[in-house]
Protein backbone atom coordinates (compact mmCIF):
# COMPACT_ATOMS: atom_id res chain seq x y z
CA UNK A 1 0.00 0.00 0.00
CA UNK A 2 1.18 3.37 -0.38
CA UNK A 3 1.89 6.13 1.79
CA UNK A 4 3.00 9.19 -0.16
CA UNK A 5 3.06 10.25 -3.83
CA UNK A 6 6.11 11.51 -5.77
CA UNK A 7 6.06 14.20 -8.88
CA UNK A 8 6.40 10.79 -10.86
CA UNK A 9 3.53 9.31 -9.33
CA UNK A 10 1.50 12.77 -9.71
CA UNK A 11 2.36 12.68 -13.39
CA UNK A 12 0.79 9.22 -13.85
CA UNK A 13 -1.90 9.53 -12.03
CA UNK A 14 -3.30 12.54 -14.26
CA UNK A 15 -2.31 10.84 -17.55
CA UNK A 16 -4.39 7.86 -16.45
CA UNK A 17 -7.33 10.26 -16.14
CA UNK A 18 -6.47 11.80 -19.39
CA UNK A 19 -6.70 8.06 -20.93
CA UNK A 20 -10.09 7.97 -19.12
CA UNK A 21 -11.70 10.38 -20.54
CA UNK A 22 -10.50 10.24 -23.95
CA UNK A 23 -11.46 6.28 -24.14
CA UNK A 24 -15.13 7.39 -22.67
CA UNK A 25 -15.54 10.94 -24.44
CA UNK A 26 -18.75 10.19 -26.26
CA UNK A 27 -20.21 8.32 -22.99
CA UNK A 28 -20.05 11.32 -21.24
CA UNK A 29 -20.73 13.74 -24.36
CA UNK A 30 -24.37 11.36 -24.51
CA UNK A 31 -25.42 12.26 -21.13
CA UNK A 32 -26.20 15.77 -22.69
CA UNK A 33 -29.59 16.83 -21.68
CA UNK A 34 -31.34 17.48 -25.15
CA UNK A 35 -30.20 15.46 -28.19
CA UNK A 36 -28.66 17.72 -29.63
CA UNK A 37 -25.73 17.58 -31.60
CA UNK A 38 -23.52 19.90 -29.56
CA UNK A 39 -23.51 17.26 -26.40
CA UNK A 40 -19.72 18.59 -25.63
CA UNK A 41 -18.77 18.10 -22.04
CA UNK A 42 -16.80 14.96 -22.32
CA UNK A 43 -14.82 16.40 -25.46
CA UNK A 44 -14.74 19.69 -23.22
CA UNK A 45 -12.97 18.00 -20.08
CA UNK A 46 -10.92 15.43 -22.25
CA UNK A 47 -9.55 18.67 -24.36
CA UNK A 48 -8.78 20.50 -21.34
CA UNK A 49 -6.78 17.65 -18.97
CA UNK A 50 -5.52 16.83 -22.55
CA UNK A 51 -4.07 20.19 -22.56
CA UNK A 52 -1.67 19.20 -19.18
CA UNK A 53 -1.10 15.67 -20.38
CA UNK A 54 0.73 16.80 -23.44
CA UNK A 55 2.26 19.13 -21.72
CA UNK A 56 3.56 16.44 -18.90
CA UNK A 57 4.51 13.81 -22.10
CA UNK A 58 6.58 17.06 -23.69
CA UNK A 59 8.55 17.62 -20.25
CA UNK A 60 12.51 16.09 -20.33
CA UNK A 61 12.12 15.55 -16.48
CA UNK A 62 9.59 15.24 -13.46
CA UNK A 63 9.52 17.42 -10.84
CA UNK A 64 8.76 16.99 -7.01
CA UNK A 65 4.57 16.87 -6.63
CA UNK A 66 4.87 20.92 -6.43
CA UNK A 67 6.15 21.25 -9.71
CA UNK A 68 4.24 18.77 -10.98
CA UNK A 69 0.83 20.13 -9.95
CA UNK A 70 1.92 23.46 -10.88
CA UNK A 71 2.77 22.72 -14.58
CA UNK A 72 -0.72 20.80 -14.76
CA UNK A 73 -2.98 23.57 -13.20
CA UNK A 74 -1.05 26.05 -15.73
CA UNK A 75 -1.69 23.87 -18.67
CA UNK A 76 -5.13 23.42 -17.46
CA UNK A 77 -6.15 27.34 -17.07
CA UNK A 78 -4.72 27.99 -20.60
CA UNK A 79 -6.39 24.83 -21.71
CA UNK A 80 -9.76 24.92 -20.33
CA UNK A 81 -12.87 24.73 -22.86
CA UNK A 82 -16.51 24.76 -22.10
CA UNK A 83 -17.77 25.17 -18.14
CA UNK A 84 -16.96 21.60 -17.59
CA UNK A 85 -13.56 21.98 -18.65
CA UNK A 86 -13.20 25.28 -16.70
CA UNK A 87 -14.53 23.86 -13.22
CA UNK A 88 -11.69 20.93 -14.31
CA UNK A 89 -8.77 23.45 -14.22
CA UNK A 90 -10.18 25.31 -10.68
CA UNK A 91 -10.26 21.89 -9.47
CA UNK A 92 -6.72 21.17 -10.29
CA UNK A 93 -5.84 24.77 -9.63
CA UNK A 94 -6.61 24.79 -5.78
CA UNK A 95 -4.90 20.91 -5.61
CA UNK A 96 -2.02 23.51 -6.75
CA UNK A 97 -1.85 25.34 -4.33
CA UNK A 98 -2.67 22.78 -1.44
CA UNK A 99 0.45 20.88 -2.87
CA UNK A 100 2.67 23.48 -2.28
CA UNK A 101 6.15 23.56 -1.08
CA UNK A 102 5.87 19.52 -0.84
CA UNK A 103 8.64 17.01 -2.01
CA UNK A 104 6.01 14.20 -2.01
CA UNK A 105 2.59 14.37 -0.76
CA UNK A 106 0.85 12.21 1.92
CA UNK A 107 -2.54 11.13 1.56
CA UNK A 108 -3.69 13.32 4.03
CA UNK A 109 -1.95 16.43 1.97
CA UNK A 110 -3.23 14.87 -0.83
CA UNK A 111 -7.07 14.92 0.40
CA UNK A 112 -6.93 18.34 1.98
CA UNK A 113 -5.63 19.52 -1.29
CA UNK A 114 -8.93 18.15 -3.02
CA UNK A 115 -11.09 20.25 -0.89
CA UNK A 116 -8.72 23.25 -1.49
CA UNK A 117 -9.35 22.34 -5.40
CA UNK A 118 -13.38 22.43 -4.43
CA UNK A 119 -13.13 25.54 -2.33
CA UNK A 120 -11.53 27.39 -5.43
CA UNK A 121 -14.07 25.85 -8.03
CA UNK A 122 -17.26 27.09 -6.05
CA UNK A 123 -15.64 30.46 -5.43
CA UNK A 124 -14.98 30.78 -8.90
CA UNK A 125 -18.47 29.70 -10.31
CA UNK A 126 -20.96 33.32 -9.83
CA UNK A 127 -24.04 30.78 -8.94
CA UNK A 128 -22.71 27.42 -7.63
CA UNK A 129 -25.39 24.67 -8.55
CA UNK A 130 -26.01 21.84 -6.80
CA UNK A 131 -26.24 18.37 -9.10
CA UNK A 132 -23.03 19.22 -10.80
CA UNK A 133 -19.33 18.36 -10.70
CA UNK A 134 -19.13 20.60 -8.30
CA UNK A 135 -21.64 18.39 -5.67
CA UNK A 136 -19.49 15.04 -6.84
CA UNK A 137 -16.19 16.62 -6.14
CA UNK A 138 -16.98 18.25 -2.84
CA UNK A 139 -18.49 15.32 -1.82
CA UNK A 140 -15.57 13.38 -2.91
CA UNK A 141 -12.81 15.51 -0.99
CA UNK A 142 -14.60 15.75 1.75
CA UNK A 143 -14.72 11.93 2.22
CA UNK A 144 -10.64 11.96 1.24
CA UNK A 145 -10.27 13.59 4.73
CA UNK A 146 -12.12 11.82 6.58
CA UNK A 147 -10.69 8.67 5.48
CA UNK A 148 -7.30 10.46 5.66
CA UNK A 149 -7.76 10.50 9.30
CA UNK A 150 -8.17 6.93 9.77
CA UNK A 151 -5.61 5.50 7.08
CA UNK A 152 -2.35 7.05 6.16
CA UNK A 153 -3.39 4.44 2.64
CA UNK A 154 -3.67 6.38 -0.51
CA UNK A 155 -5.62 3.50 -2.14
CA UNK A 156 -8.03 3.79 0.88
CA UNK A 157 -8.26 7.58 0.49
CA UNK A 158 -8.84 7.25 -2.99
CA UNK A 159 -11.28 4.67 -2.79
CA UNK A 160 -13.57 6.85 -0.07
CA UNK A 161 -13.36 9.92 -2.45
CA UNK A 162 -14.67 7.27 -5.43
CA UNK A 163 -17.21 5.46 -3.14
CA UNK A 164 -18.69 8.95 -2.19
CA UNK A 165 -18.24 10.52 -5.75
CA UNK A 166 -20.37 7.66 -6.98
CA UNK A 167 -22.93 8.22 -5.03
CA UNK A 168 -23.08 11.53 -5.37
CA UNK A 169 -23.39 11.03 -9.06
CA UNK A 170 -26.50 8.96 -8.92
CA UNK A 171 -27.77 11.99 -6.72
CA UNK A 172 -27.42 14.53 -9.61
CA UNK A 173 -30.35 13.38 -11.18
CA UNK A 174 -32.84 14.28 -8.09
CA UNK A 175 -31.00 17.22 -7.31
CA UNK A 176 -30.58 18.99 -11.15
CA UNK A 177 -34.46 19.82 -12.38
CA UNK A 178 -33.38 19.59 -15.90
CA UNK A 179 -31.37 15.87 -15.48
CA UNK A 180 -34.78 14.92 -13.77
CA UNK A 181 -37.04 15.51 -16.48
CA UNK A 182 -34.41 13.58 -19.01
CA UNK A 183 -33.36 10.86 -16.38
CA UNK A 184 -29.73 11.13 -17.08
CA UNK A 185 -26.80 11.85 -14.09
CA UNK A 186 -24.41 15.02 -14.93
CA UNK A 187 -21.94 14.42 -17.30
CA UNK A 188 -19.47 16.57 -15.39
CA UNK A 189 -19.70 14.63 -12.57
CA UNK A 190 -19.46 11.28 -14.44
CA UNK A 191 -16.20 12.36 -15.70
CA UNK A 192 -15.14 13.12 -12.74
CA UNK A 193 -15.77 9.89 -11.25
CA UNK A 194 -14.20 8.24 -14.41
CA UNK A 195 -10.75 10.40 -13.40
CA UNK A 196 -11.17 9.02 -10.15
CA UNK A 197 -12.01 5.42 -10.72
CA UNK A 198 -8.47 5.86 -12.85
CA UNK A 199 -6.18 7.16 -10.78
CA UNK A 200 -7.08 4.67 -8.30
CA UNK A 201 -6.61 2.03 -10.58
CA UNK A 202 -2.95 3.11 -11.34
CA UNK A 203 -2.02 3.04 -7.79
CA UNK A 204 -3.88 -0.86 -7.41
CA UNK A 205 -1.85 -1.93 -10.64
CA UNK A 206 -4.85 -2.58 -12.64
CA UNK A 207 -4.17 0.57 -14.95
CA UNK A 208 -1.10 2.16 -16.69
CA UNK A 209 -0.33 5.06 -18.86
CA UNK A 210 -1.34 4.43 -22.54
CA UNK A 211 1.83 5.41 -23.91
CA UNK A 212 0.40 5.47 -27.65
CA UNK A 213 -2.59 8.36 -26.53
CA UNK A 214 -4.67 8.85 -28.75
CA UNK A 215 -3.39 6.08 -31.36
CA UNK A 216 -6.46 4.82 -33.27
CA UNK A 217 -6.68 1.22 -35.14
CA UNK A 218 -5.42 2.74 -38.51
CA UNK A 219 -3.89 5.69 -37.46
CA UNK A 220 -1.89 7.51 -40.70
CA UNK A 221 1.27 9.09 -40.43
CA UNK A 222 0.67 12.84 -39.75
CA UNK A 223 3.87 13.79 -39.08
CA UNK A 224 5.13 13.62 -42.89
CA UNK A 225 2.99 16.88 -43.37
CA UNK A 226 4.06 18.50 -40.60
CA UNK A 227 6.49 20.78 -42.55
CA UNK A 228 4.54 21.26 -45.32
CA UNK A 229 3.90 24.89 -46.79
CA UNK A 230 0.88 25.91 -45.33
CA UNK A 231 -1.59 26.42 -47.78
CA UNK A 232 -4.89 25.87 -45.39
CA UNK A 233 -4.83 27.17 -42.01
CA UNK A 234 -6.58 24.65 -39.89
CA UNK A 235 -5.40 21.08 -39.52
CA UNK A 236 -8.80 19.25 -38.67
CA UNK A 237 -8.84 15.80 -37.13
CA UNK A 238 -12.62 13.95 -36.57
CA UNK A 239 -14.04 10.42 -36.17
CA UNK A 240 -17.68 10.28 -36.83
CA UNK A 241 -19.40 7.16 -35.36
CA UNK A 242 -21.83 5.71 -38.91
CA UNK A 243 -25.56 6.25 -38.52
CA UNK A 244 -26.18 5.59 -42.13
CA UNK A 245 -25.04 3.75 -45.39
CA UNK A 246 -24.22 7.07 -47.05
CA UNK A 247 -20.49 6.26 -49.29
CA UNK A 248 -17.34 8.00 -47.62
CA UNK A 249 -16.59 8.76 -51.65
CA UNK A 250 -18.80 12.01 -51.17
CA UNK A 251 -16.81 13.12 -48.19
CA UNK A 252 -13.35 12.49 -49.54
CA UNK A 253 -14.88 14.23 -52.67
CA UNK A 254 -15.79 17.77 -50.74
CA UNK A 255 -12.63 17.53 -48.60
CA UNK A 256 -11.17 17.51 -51.69
CA UNK A 257 -12.58 21.21 -52.80
CA UNK A 258 -11.94 22.66 -49.68
CA UNK A 259 -8.42 21.53 -48.75
CA UNK A 260 -5.63 18.89 -49.16
CA UNK A 261 -3.26 16.29 -47.26
CA UNK A 262 -6.57 14.33 -46.78
CA UNK A 263 -6.40 10.91 -45.11
CA UNK A 264 -10.30 9.25 -44.76
CA UNK A 265 -9.82 5.49 -43.07
CA UNK A 266 -13.31 3.95 -43.19
CA UNK A 267 -13.89 0.97 -40.99
CA UNK A 268 -17.17 -0.76 -40.26
CA UNK A 269 -19.00 1.82 -37.58
CA UNK A 270 -16.76 4.49 -38.03
CA UNK A 271 -15.01 7.11 -40.24
CA UNK A 272 -11.50 8.41 -39.49
CA UNK A 273 -10.93 11.64 -41.41
CA UNK A 274 -7.50 14.39 -41.20
CA UNK A 275 -7.47 17.75 -43.70
CA UNK A 276 -6.35 20.78 -43.65
CA UNK A 277 -8.80 24.00 -45.24
CA UNK A 278 -9.54 26.98 -44.13
CA UNK A 279 -13.06 26.05 -43.51
CA UNK A 280 -13.51 23.82 -40.16
CA UNK A 281 -16.70 24.32 -39.07
CA UNK A 282 -18.13 23.26 -43.17
CA UNK A 283 -15.90 19.69 -42.91
CA UNK A 284 -17.39 18.99 -39.48
CA UNK A 285 -20.90 19.83 -40.27
CA UNK A 286 -20.33 17.73 -43.61
CA UNK A 287 -18.71 14.85 -41.07
CA UNK A 288 -22.63 15.28 -39.27
CA UNK A 289 -24.29 13.93 -41.76
CA UNK A 290 -22.99 10.43 -41.64
CA UNK A 291 -23.62 10.27 -38.12
CA UNK A 292 -22.39 11.42 -34.32
CA UNK A 293 -19.06 13.37 -33.82
CA UNK A 294 -16.81 10.60 -31.27
CA UNK A 295 -13.52 13.45 -31.37
CA UNK A 296 -13.34 16.49 -33.04
CA UNK A 297 -10.21 18.43 -33.49
CA UNK A 298 -8.92 21.60 -35.24
CA UNK A 299 -5.37 23.01 -34.34
CA UNK A 300 -4.02 26.64 -36.37
CA UNK A 301 -0.99 25.60 -38.28
CA UNK A 302 0.04 29.14 -38.64
CA UNK A 303 0.37 29.26 -34.54
CA UNK A 304 1.74 26.06 -34.46
CA UNK A 305 4.33 26.47 -36.98
CA UNK A 306 6.65 29.01 -37.72
CA UNK A 307 6.70 29.89 -41.49
CA UNK A 308 9.57 28.79 -43.93
CA UNK A 309 11.71 31.53 -43.47
CA UNK A 310 11.40 31.38 -39.71
CA UNK A 311 12.89 27.61 -40.07
CA UNK A 312 15.60 28.94 -42.13
CA UNK A 313 16.20 31.21 -39.23
CA UNK A 314 18.77 30.22 -35.53
CA UNK A 315 16.40 28.45 -33.21
CA UNK A 316 16.42 30.60 -30.49
CA UNK A 317 15.16 33.45 -32.55
CA UNK A 318 11.81 31.31 -33.36
CA UNK A 319 8.82 31.87 -31.67
CA UNK A 320 7.14 29.85 -29.28
CA UNK A 321 3.97 28.22 -31.35
CA UNK A 322 2.16 28.01 -28.05
CA UNK A 323 3.19 31.44 -26.60
CA UNK A 324 0.21 33.81 -26.00
CA UNK A 325 1.42 37.22 -27.54
CA UNK A 326 2.03 40.06 -25.32
CA UNK A 327 -0.51 42.56 -24.80
CA UNK A 328 -0.65 45.43 -27.71
CA UNK A 329 -0.03 48.81 -27.24
CA UNK A 330 -3.83 50.60 -26.62
CA UNK A 331 -5.19 52.85 -29.39
CA UNK A 332 -8.30 53.40 -28.51
CA UNK A 333 -9.88 53.65 -24.68
CA UNK A 334 -12.29 50.49 -25.58
CA UNK A 335 -11.98 47.40 -27.94
CA UNK A 336 -14.09 44.30 -28.34
CA UNK A 337 -13.42 40.13 -29.05
CA UNK A 338 -16.37 38.45 -30.39
CA UNK A 339 -16.66 34.58 -30.17
CA UNK A 340 -18.75 32.93 -33.49
CA UNK A 341 -18.95 30.06 -36.14
CA UNK A 342 -20.09 30.90 -39.69
CA UNK A 343 -18.31 33.40 -42.23
CA UNK A 344 -21.29 35.24 -42.45
CA UNK A 345 -21.55 35.66 -38.96
CA UNK A 346 -17.85 36.92 -38.46
CA UNK A 347 -18.06 39.63 -41.43
CA UNK A 348 -21.30 40.46 -39.57
CA UNK A 349 -19.14 41.43 -36.49
CA UNK A 350 -17.11 42.51 -37.81
CA UNK A 351 -18.95 45.29 -39.69
CA UNK A 352 -20.33 46.23 -36.52
CA UNK A 353 -16.96 46.63 -34.97
CA UNK A 354 -15.32 43.44 -33.45
CA UNK A 355 -11.89 44.14 -33.07
CA UNK A 356 -10.90 40.29 -33.13
CA UNK A 357 -13.07 37.08 -33.60
CA UNK A 358 -12.73 34.02 -32.01
CA UNK A 359 -13.69 30.72 -33.99
CA UNK A 360 -15.76 28.29 -32.17
CA UNK A 361 -19.13 28.01 -30.88
CA UNK A 362 -21.60 24.59 -30.75
CA UNK A 363 -19.00 21.32 -30.78
CA UNK A 364 -16.20 24.01 -31.19
CA UNK A 365 -15.84 25.63 -27.81
CA UNK A 366 -12.41 27.93 -27.99
CA UNK A 367 -9.62 27.24 -25.00
CA UNK A 368 -9.34 30.07 -22.33
CA UNK A 369 -5.41 30.98 -24.18
CA UNK A 370 -7.72 31.63 -28.13
CA UNK A 371 -9.96 34.53 -26.40
CA UNK A 372 -6.58 35.25 -24.50
CA UNK A 373 -4.55 35.50 -27.20
CA UNK A 374 -7.53 37.86 -29.05
CA UNK A 375 -7.73 40.10 -26.18
CA UNK A 376 -3.57 40.78 -25.88
CA UNK A 377 -4.09 41.44 -29.81
CA UNK A 378 -6.49 44.25 -29.56
CA UNK A 379 -5.17 47.67 -29.41
CA UNK A 380 -7.47 48.80 -26.33
CA UNK A 381 -7.08 49.40 -22.98
CA UNK A 382 -10.52 48.40 -22.03
CA UNK A 383 -11.21 44.93 -24.25
CA UNK A 384 -15.25 43.78 -23.50
CA UNK A 385 -15.70 39.92 -24.73
CA UNK A 386 -18.61 38.17 -25.85
CA UNK A 387 -18.49 34.72 -25.39
CA UNK A 388 -21.93 34.56 -27.24
CA UNK A 389 -22.48 31.00 -25.79
CA UNK A 390 -23.41 29.97 -22.15
CA UNK A 391 -20.58 27.15 -22.04
CA UNK A 392 -17.73 30.14 -23.03
CA UNK A 393 -18.70 32.75 -20.77
CA UNK A 394 -16.08 30.66 -18.24
CA UNK A 395 -13.58 30.38 -19.93
CA UNK A 396 -13.51 33.82 -21.04
CA UNK A 397 -13.69 34.96 -17.45
CA UNK A 398 -10.30 33.09 -16.53
CA UNK A 399 -8.89 35.81 -18.91
CA UNK A 400 -9.04 38.50 -16.56
CA UNK A 401 -6.88 38.27 -14.33
CA UNK A 402 -4.05 37.05 -17.20
CA UNK A 403 -3.62 40.03 -19.06
CA UNK A 404 -2.74 43.77 -18.17
CA UNK A 405 -5.40 44.87 -20.42
CA UNK A 406 -8.97 45.39 -18.57
CA UNK A 407 -11.25 43.02 -20.14
CA UNK A 408 -14.76 43.16 -19.26
CA UNK A 409 -16.83 39.38 -19.84
CA UNK A 410 -20.52 40.81 -21.39
CA UNK A 411 -22.16 37.13 -20.61
CA UNK A 412 -23.88 36.86 -23.84
CA UNK A 413 -25.68 33.44 -24.15
CA UNK A 414 -26.24 33.37 -27.64
CA UNK A 415 -24.97 34.65 -30.81
CA UNK A 416 -28.43 36.68 -31.51
CA UNK A 417 -27.83 38.67 -28.36
CA UNK A 418 -23.97 39.33 -28.83
CA UNK A 419 -25.64 41.15 -32.23
CA UNK A 420 -28.05 42.98 -30.20
CA UNK A 421 -25.55 43.85 -27.70
CA UNK A 422 -22.76 44.65 -30.43
CA UNK A 423 -25.11 47.08 -32.23
CA UNK A 424 -25.45 49.58 -29.52
CA UNK A 425 -21.19 49.85 -29.25
CA UNK A 426 -20.44 53.48 -29.65
CA UNK A 427 -16.46 54.80 -29.34
CA UNK A 428 -17.94 57.84 -27.69
CA UNK A 429 -18.99 56.06 -25.07
CA UNK A 430 -17.38 55.43 -21.92
CA UNK A 431 -16.73 51.52 -20.49
CA UNK A 432 -18.61 51.55 -17.76
CA UNK A 433 -21.68 53.10 -20.33
CA UNK A 434 -21.18 50.86 -22.58
CA UNK A 435 -20.92 47.94 -19.83
CA UNK A 436 -24.58 49.20 -19.24
CA UNK A 437 -25.94 49.57 -22.86
CA UNK A 438 -24.41 46.27 -23.59
CA UNK A 439 -25.95 43.99 -20.67
CA UNK A 440 -29.06 45.73 -20.74
CA UNK A 441 -29.13 44.26 -24.69
CA UNK A 442 -29.02 40.80 -23.63
CA UNK A 443 -32.52 40.69 -22.08
CA UNK A 444 -34.27 42.59 -25.21
CA UNK A 445 -34.04 39.51 -27.18
CA UNK A 446 -35.58 36.15 -27.42
CA UNK A 447 -32.95 33.04 -29.41
CA UNK A 448 -34.44 30.39 -31.17
CA UNK A 449 -31.91 27.41 -32.55
CA UNK A 450 -32.79 25.23 -34.78
CA UNK A 451 -30.79 22.36 -35.55
CA UNK A 452 -31.66 18.06 -35.82
CA UNK A 453 -32.06 15.52 -33.23
CA UNK A 454 -28.89 13.79 -33.09
CA UNK A 455 -30.86 10.63 -31.43
CA UNK A 456 -34.02 9.13 -30.72
CA UNK A 457 -34.86 10.37 -26.93
CA UNK A 458 -37.87 11.64 -24.76
CA UNK A 459 -37.81 14.81 -22.54
CA UNK A 460 -40.49 16.58 -20.24
CA UNK A 461 -43.48 14.66 -22.77
CA UNK A 462 -41.69 15.61 -26.19
CA UNK A 463 -40.86 12.47 -28.55
CA UNK A 464 -37.95 13.41 -30.14
CA UNK A 465 -37.03 11.06 -33.69
CA UNK A 466 -33.23 11.07 -34.46
CA UNK A 467 -33.09 13.98 -37.95
CA UNK A 468 -35.99 15.76 -37.24
CA UNK A 469 -35.80 19.32 -36.67
CA UNK A 470 -34.90 20.17 -33.22
CA UNK A 471 -35.99 23.51 -31.55
CA UNK A 472 -34.85 25.42 -28.53
CA UNK A 473 -35.88 29.26 -27.36
CA UNK A 474 -33.67 30.72 -25.08
CA UNK A 475 -32.15 27.45 -24.01
CA UNK A 476 -35.90 25.69 -23.16
CA UNK A 477 -37.27 22.90 -25.82
CA UNK A 478 -40.18 23.60 -27.72
CA UNK A 479 -40.21 20.44 -29.67
CA UNK A 480 -39.05 18.23 -32.98
CA UNK A 481 -40.50 18.80 -36.19
CA UNK A 482 -40.49 16.46 -38.96
CA UNK A 483 -40.99 19.44 -41.70
CA UNK A 484 -40.42 22.49 -42.03
CA UNK A 485 -43.84 23.83 -42.17
CA UNK A 486 -45.09 21.86 -39.30
CA UNK A 487 -41.52 24.01 -37.13
CA UNK A 488 -42.92 27.01 -38.17
CA UNK A 489 -46.65 26.04 -37.30
CA UNK A 490 -44.69 24.96 -34.04
CA UNK A 491 -43.14 28.25 -33.64
CA UNK A 492 -45.66 30.42 -34.03
CA UNK A 493 -47.28 30.70 -30.85
CA UNK A 494 -44.39 30.81 -28.74
CA UNK A 495 -43.18 34.10 -31.19
CA UNK A 496 -46.51 35.87 -31.55
CA UNK A 497 -47.06 35.65 -27.08
CA UNK A 498 -43.88 37.61 -27.31
CA UNK A 499 -45.52 40.40 -29.62
CA UNK A 500 -42.19 41.00 -31.73
CA UNK A 501 -41.09 44.14 -33.61
CA UNK A 502 -37.79 42.55 -35.01
CA UNK A 503 -37.33 39.43 -36.28
CA UNK A 504 -33.92 38.16 -37.73
CA UNK A 505 -33.55 35.05 -39.37
CA UNK A 506 -29.64 33.87 -39.57
CA UNK A 507 -29.32 30.71 -41.67
CA UNK A 508 -26.34 28.33 -41.57
CA UNK A 509 -24.17 26.99 -44.12
CA UNK A 510 -26.44 23.32 -44.90
CA UNK A 511 -29.21 26.07 -45.83
CA UNK A 512 -29.42 26.85 -49.49
CA UNK A 513 -30.67 30.19 -50.29
CA UNK A 514 -33.79 29.53 -51.55
CA UNK A 515 -34.70 27.51 -48.74
CA UNK A 516 -33.60 29.91 -46.12
CA UNK A 517 -36.07 32.72 -48.16
CA UNK A 518 -38.93 30.23 -48.17
CA UNK A 519 -38.75 29.52 -44.49
CA UNK A 520 -38.78 33.19 -43.78
CA UNK A 521 -41.25 34.19 -45.53
CA UNK A 522 -43.35 31.62 -44.37
CA UNK A 523 -42.51 32.65 -40.80
CA UNK A 524 -43.12 36.52 -42.03
CA UNK A 525 -46.83 35.42 -42.67
CA UNK A 526 -47.77 34.01 -39.95
CA UNK A 527 -46.48 37.49 -37.76
CA UNK A 528 -47.48 40.39 -40.17
CA UNK A 529 -47.04 43.29 -37.29
CA UNK A 530 -42.69 42.16 -36.76
CA UNK A 531 -40.44 43.21 -39.58
CA UNK A 532 -38.40 39.91 -40.95
CA UNK A 533 -35.22 40.47 -42.10
CA UNK A 534 -33.11 36.99 -43.53
CA UNK A 535 -29.27 37.09 -43.14
CA UNK A 536 -26.39 34.20 -44.10
CA UNK A 537 -25.02 33.52 -40.75
CA UNK A 538 -23.02 30.27 -42.34
CA UNK A 539 -22.77 28.64 -38.70
CA UNK A 540 -22.74 25.00 -38.65
CA UNK A 541 -24.71 22.49 -36.89
CA UNK A 542 -27.94 25.12 -36.64
CA UNK A 543 -30.00 24.94 -39.42
CA UNK A 544 -31.51 28.42 -38.60
CA UNK A 545 -31.08 31.00 -35.30
CA UNK A 546 -33.64 33.25 -34.85
CA UNK A 547 -33.49 36.86 -33.30
CA UNK A 548 -36.99 37.68 -31.71
CA UNK A 549 -36.89 41.60 -30.28
Sequence with gaps: MREYIDGAALRDMVLCAYDALEANEQAINELNVFPVPDGDTGANMRLTLGSAAADLRQASSVGNVTETAARVASALLRGARGNSGVIL????????????????????????????????????????????????????????????????????????????????????????????????????????????EAMLGWMEGRVTVNQTPGAPKAKADFGAIADEDIKYTYCTEFIVRRANKKSPDLLRAYLGNIGDSIVLVDEDDIIKVHVHTNVPGKVLTQALTYGALITAKVENMREQHTSLEEQAAPAQEQADPHAIPDPVPAEKPVGTVCVCAGDGLEELFRQLGADGIVSGGQTMNPATEDILRAVNLTPADTVFVFPNNKNIIMAAEQCIPMTTKKVIVIPSRTVCQGISAMMRLSPDMSAEDLQADFTDALSTVHTIQITYAARDSEFDGHHIKAGEYLTLMDGQLVGSFADTDSLVSGLDPAIADLEP???????????????????????????PDAETSLIRGGQPVYYYMISVE
Design 89 to 196: SLLFRGLSKGLKGLETATAEDYAKAMTSGVEAAYKAVMKPAEGTILTVSRLAAEAAVKKAEESSYFEEVIFAALESAKAALEQTVEQNPVLKKAGVVDAGGYGYVLML
Design 501 to 527: EFVTVYYGQDVAEADAESFSNTLAGKL
